[in-house]
Structure formats: C-alpha cells, structure tokens
C-alpha cells in the first residue's frame, strides 16, 4: 500500500511521475528527508521529525519548511492509510534547476515483513569508519554533517560492504576509534542501569526513536546519557542497539564476527519501555 500527497494537498497516484527530471533533489541529492512511524494512525514522535526536517533544512540553505503545510500533508495521507502501520517519508527539495519552485511531498509506505523479522531477531553489524573526527563538523560545517540529506550514496554503500562482510547493519565510527551512527539508526548502549547514546554535536543526527526510548526509561528509574563512546564499548556493554523510527529499538547480536552477550532478556524491557511511551 502506498498513499502520495503532495506539500500543496494534492492527493497524487503513488504509480504516476510527478517530480520533473531536473529537479535538484534528483539530480543532486540537494534535499532532505524525514521517515516516521505511524502505529494505529498516530505518527510517533511529529513534532521532533518536523524540527528536524527543519534544522536540515537550515543547513542546507532551503527555504523554511512551512510546518502548517507539511503537518497537513501528513494528515492527508493518515485519513487515507488503513494498515496497522506505515513508513511516513517527508522529502523537501530545492526543486527544479534556475526556479524558485521547492519540492516537497509525504508517501506512506507500507512495512515490509523483513522489518518485522529483524525487530524480532536483531542484527548482525559491522564496524566501519566514517572518515571524520568528532570535531569535523563544527569547523567544517559545508559538508552537511548531521543533516539528513538525499545524498545517502555513502550510506547505502556502507549497506551493501555490511552485506559483503555477511552482515545486516553497519555502525560507523570516527578517526579517534569513537562510535558515530549507523547508516539509518542511532546507536543506543545499556550497561548496568544505564543507557548511552553518542552526542549529536560530532556530526551524527539527534535519534527521535532514541529520545522516545530515553524519556520512557528515564521515568523508570533508568540514567540515559549522551556522551562519546569508543568502540570497545560495544563489546563490553550488556546490550548493543540500533534505533530507527520504522525498525525501533532493534538489538545487535553479532559485531564485527564476535557474538555478543545474550541480551534479549533486557532487550524485551527495553522494548516494552518504548511501546509504553505511545
């Protein structure tokens, strides 16, 4: 099942071409992105995936996004979804080349059950390194890091090595042996009562999964900081987790070939903490 609506309202066939060859969002990956979860018709986690459509959108010098459109572009599409759940995609781009006509659009998509596999099952990930230092994108911030761009050629590269290594996932790390994000996640620790996430300020994207997971677990007595993790962490932590909105808080079984602790117990509370939130 797939539901179009385009940024003006327009209710549009999913199977129809509607963005012209030259737009730059194709052409260029000049753009930005958002995909949410929407469980039983409500989408988790609006709010922070609207700010940060924004933000990346700031980084990359596009106009503002009008948060009144897209919020009924996502409504439209809502009223019209009838699966249990949906991949909300939020794509905003510069348009086409020499106008001043941004593009912009939200596609429900549905959930494949390959998703629902690996929620169950978790992931095998690899280590691999991203290229930059943890202070890169405050003195360099052209190269865009930490804003969820169209230009995910690396990324999707990463995913095909991961594969050629025999793995599911790829957790990306910095020049000073530090952990990054994954190509499509945020990567989310817990040692004794205690959860980590790396901070957003070394060029990664704040996780709105990961911050939903946070809230719930703090009420519940647990410590969640954001602070810089090497990598010998992961394989000392009592859980590894890769957080996204469409695959949620999925666990980490095997890392670069070692088989990690069996952590599905924990695992399980974890989940159970995050499905409370909604």
Excluded at 34 to 60: F, M, N, Q, W, Y
Excluded at 86 to 91: D, F, R, S
Excluded at 194 to 208: M, V
Aim: glycine share 8%; aromatic share 4%; with cysteine.
């Amino acid at each position: 099942m797939r539901v179009l609506v385009m940024l003006d309202g327009t209710v549009a066939d999913p199977e129809a071409a509607h963005i012209r060859v030259d737009d730059l969002g194709l052409m260029r990956g000049d753009g930005v992105f958002e995909t949410i979860l929407v469980v039983d018709g409500k989408p988790r986690e609006l709010d922070l995936h609207l700010d940060r459509l924004a933000a990346s959108a700031a980084k990359l010098e596009l106009p503002e996004p009008d948060r009144v459109a897209w919020q009924h572009a996502v409504e439209a599409v809502l009223e019209r979804w009838t699966e249990p759940e949906c991949a909300l995609k939020l794509v905003y781009t510069r348009g086409p080349e020499d106008t001043d006509e941004v593009t912009g659009f939200a596609l429900g998509m549905s959930i494949g059950e390959q998703v629902h596999e690996l929620r169950r099952t978790g992931v095998s990930a690899v280590t691999l390194e991203r290229g930059i230092d943890p202070g890169l994108a405050e003195r360099a911030p052209w190269l865009l890091l930490g804003a969820k761009s169209l230009s995910y050629a690396l990324n999707m590269a990463a995913g095909r090595e991961a594969k050629r290594r025999g793995a599911q996932e790829v957790i990306f790390t910095a020049s000073d042996g530090t952990v990054l994000e994954g190509p499509t996640s945020t990567v989310v620790l817990a040692s004794g009562n205690t959860l980590r996430t790396p901070p957003a300020q070394i060029g990664i994207l704040p996780g709105t999964t990961q911050a939903g997971l946070f809230r719930a677990a703090e009420r519940a007595g647990w410590t969640c900081t954001t602070e810089p993790i090497a990598v010998e962490d992961l394989f000392t932590a009592d859980l590894v987790m890769v957080a996204s909105s469409v695959r949620k808080i999925t666990r980490v079984h095997t890392l670069d070939g070692k088989q990690l602790g069996d952590s599905s117990a924990l695992h399980e509370q974890l989940c159970a903490l995050y499905e409370a939130e909604y």
